[in-house]
Nanobody
Framework: QEHLVESGGGSVQDGGSLRLTCAAS????????MAWFRQAPGKEREGVGS???????RLAESVKGRFIISKDTSKNSLYLQMNALSPDDTAMYYC??????????????????????WGQGTQVTVSS
């Protein structure tokens, strides 16, 4: 069972910033497609961004220009830098991983069902 652990969530004001961290095994960080998802109450889980094995990244249109996804293989971690946060960004944020070419697809990377491995999530709350 692969193990993903998110941290860095919290409560911030509108316009603030947070950086989420996903700690994973070296095998996952080196060889898996990794992604961030979020789920707000009453809504479906949606893809926020992905980091492919070749280093390419994708971001949802709703966060482009505000969020940055990155990875540090020396620390076995995936990050999500979130800037200019708004109340619409309030959600539980999850780290996910999948072996194979999920991240190479412009559509599959954002589908929760394509990822078999998940962390427990970290809550982000943005107040106006």
């Amino acid at each position: 069972q692969e193990h993903l652990v998110e941290s860095g969530g919290g409560s911030v004001q509108d316009g603030g910033s947070l950086r989420l961290t996903c700690a994973a095994s070296k095998a996952i960080v080196d060889y898996y497609c990794m992604a961030w998802f979020r789920q707000a109450p009453g809504k479906e889980r949606e893809g926020v961004g992905s980091f492919a094995r070749d280093g390419s990244t994708r971001l949802a249109e709703s966060v482009k220009g505000r969020f940055i996804i990155s990875k540090d293989t020396s620390k076995n971690s995936l990050y999500l830098q979130m800037n200019a946060l708004s109340p619409d960004d309030t959600a539980m944020y999850y780290c996910a991983a999948a072996f194979g070419d999920v991240c190479d697809s412009s559509t599959r990377w954002a589908i929760a069902g394509a990822f078999p491995y998940w962390g427990q999530g970290t809550q982000v709350t943005v107040s106006s």
